[in-house]
């Protein structure tokens, strides 16, 4: 690995990896925006005797591990970048216990000093976020949001003033900004609008979203041309909605074929509540669990009939087929002989192909002018 893997701040010196770990990484776990806020942070916690530190959709716990010394709290949707923190503070020789961590629909209690927020990829998540931790403000809470320019928008600028008050933007640097914010005391804060719910054509189904939640507002129509093929057999009894998002596919798969037993699987808590919601709709006599977990790195070799997956395509903010090429890996070795992977996927993105290295048969079971859907065997 080339890759630099040491994080120098005013904090100190950390190993820090992404996760899950690649062979020839060649990202780095943290970016500009990291150590442009650690060090702003720095003389500012200094001031405070024991400062009371939140940290909000840290990556791979950069943040958290620099930090540590204040015992922060650190709250994120990312069943991974939780992984990655408590990875990378024994990697470091860090007590597990120095970061107190909570997902993103469980935030800590108390009121803090200091919330250091990542910018989040989109505005809604950013909103529910801001919502959520309403009660934790104090009149002097400094609010410290870190981005790098290009996802820091006017909209991102606009909801920090409306759901914490007046805000000031710091310099660029390599990239990066910092938006302060201080808390308006006579804020009026609005009810949070999260999670959404649309009705999904043609049933009777109410589809809940949480915030974070993969197309919350509506149908993607590339689910919508997965539900029109899926397989229905008795066969299948034990099946994995493999990056299950708000559970849409095993769902309506659960429907047709109510013999089998369906594990949910994502790495957003966000995403898991939603489809733990939507699988309410059902009769009781349905069977399901929702998993937080990266991908089938939890699953037994030859335990499964059939695992349904429209896969991601982009890990945080970097965009790429890395996490597909190891979800299907990971499906061979979990199918049972004679299991079988269904994949939706944009035609551009070559699945075939890839599929074909690790599977003995590959057809193609539904095309249209953007999408295919593929059966590996
Ligand atoms: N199945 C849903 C659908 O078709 O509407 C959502 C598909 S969305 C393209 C991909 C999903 O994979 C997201 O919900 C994302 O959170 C999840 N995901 C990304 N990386 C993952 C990982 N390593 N393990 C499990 N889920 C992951």
Same mark, same amino acid.
């Given at each position: 690995?080339?890759t630099?893997t040491?994080?120098?701040v005013?904090?100190g010196e950390?190993? &820090?990896?992404?996760?899950?770990?690649?062979?020839?990484?060649?990202l780095?776990?943290?970016?500009?925006?990291?150590?442009y806020?650690?060090? =702003?942070?720095?003389?500012?916690?200094a001031?405070l005797?024991?400062?009371?530190?939140?940290?909000v959709?840290?990556?791979?716990g950069?943040l958290?591990?620099?930090?540590?010394?204040?015992?922060?709290?650190?709250?994120?949707?990312?069943?991974i970048s939780?992984?990655?923190?408590?990875?990378?503070?024994a990697?470091?020789?860090?007590?597990? *216990?120095?970061?107190s961590?909570? =997902?993103?629909?469980?935030?800590?209690?108390?009121?803090?000093d200091f919330?250091?927020i990542k910018a989040? @990829?989109?505005?809604?998540?950013? *909103?529910? +976020?801001?919502?959520? &931790?309403q009660?934790?403000?104090?009149?002097?809470t400094?609010?410290?949001?870190?981005g790098?320019? @290009?996802?820091?928008?006017?909209?991102v600028?606009?909801t920090l *003033?409306?759901?914490?008050? %007046? $805000? $000031?933007?710091s310099? /660029?640097v390599?990239?990066?900004r910092?938006?302060?914010a201080?808390?308006?005391?006579?804020?009026?804060?609005a =009810?949070?609008?999260?999670?959404?719910?649309?009705?999904?054509?043609n049933?009777?189904?109410q589809?809940?979203?949480?915030?974070?939640?993969?197309?919350? #507002?509506? &149908?993607?129509?590339?689910?919508?041309f997965?539900l029109e093929?899926l397989?229905q057999?008795? %066969?299948y009894?034990?099946?994995?909605?493999?990056?299950?998002?708000?559970?849409?596919?095993g769902? +309506?798969?659960?429907a047709?074929?109510?013999?089998?037993k369906?594990d949910?699987?994502?790495?957003?808590f966000?995403?898991? /509540?939603s /489809?733990?919601?939507?699988f %309410?709709?059902?009769?009781? *006599?349905?069977?399901?669990r929702?998993?937080?977990?990266?991908a089938?790195?939890?699953?037994?070799? =030859?335990s499964?009939?059939l695992? &349904?997956?429209?896969p991601?395509?982009? #890990?945080?903010?970097t965009?790429?087929?890395?996490?597909?090429?190891?979800?299907? @890996?990971?499906?061979?070795q979990?199918l049972?002989?004679?299991?079988e992977?269904?994949?939706?996927?944009?035609?551009?993105?070559?699945y075939?192909?890839?599929?074909?290295?690790?599977f /003995? %048969?590959?057809?193609?079971?539904?095309?249209?002018? @953007?999408f295919?859907?593929?059966?590996a $065997?």
């Open positions: 690995m080339n630099d040491y994080l120098h005013a904090q950390f190993q &820090l990896l992404r996760f899950p770990v690649e062979k020839s990484e060649k780095r776990a943290w970016d500009a925006a990291d150590e806020l650690l060090n =702003d942070v720095a003389p500012k916690i001031l005797t024991q400062a009371q530190v939140l940290i959709n840290d990556s791979f950069a958290a591990l620099a930090l540590h010394a204040f015992k922060p709290c650190s709250v994120s949707d990312s069943f939780q992984q990655a923190t408590e990875k990378n503070l990697l470091n020789q860090l007590d597990k *216990e120095s970061v961590l909570f =997902d993103s629909l469980n935030y800590p209690r108390e009121k803090f919330i250091l989040p @990829k989109t505005l809604a998540f950013l *909103e529910d +976020i801001l919502l959520r &931790l009660s934790l403000l104090k009149p002097d400094q609010v410290i949001m870190a790098m320019v @290009k996802n820091m928008s006017p909209a600028w606009q *003033e409306r759901l914490v008050g %007046k $805000t $000031t933007p310099k /660029a390599k990239k990066a910092l938006i302060y201080s808390p308006d005391t006579n804020r009026s804060i =009810d949070n609008p999260y999670p959404v719910v649309y009705p999904l054509e049933t009777q189904y589809i809940c979203n949480h915030a974070n939640v993969f197309s919350r #507002q509506r &149908l993607d129509i590339g689910t919508r997965f093929h397989p057999d008795n %066969k009894q034990q099946v994995v909605d493999l990056g299950c998002g708000n559970g849409l596919v769902l +309506i798969f659960a047709q074929n109510p013999q089998a369906i949910f699987i994502d790495e957003s966000m995403a898991l /509540a /489809a733990e919601q939507n %309410k709709q059902l009769a009781s *006599e349905h069977r399901a929702f998993i937080a977990a990266d089938l790195s939890d699953f037994s070799a =030859d499964v009939d695992i &349904l997956c429209n991601p395509f982009h #890990q945080q903010n965009i790429g087929s890395h996490i597909a090429m190891r979800m299907f @890996k990971q499906a061979k979990v049972r002989t004679g299991g992977l269904w994949v939706i996927g944009n035609r551009h993105l070559g075939q192909a890839s599929l074909k290295k690790y /003995a %048969k590959v057809e193609l079971v539904a095309s249209n002018a @953007k295919i859907v593929i059966k $065997t």
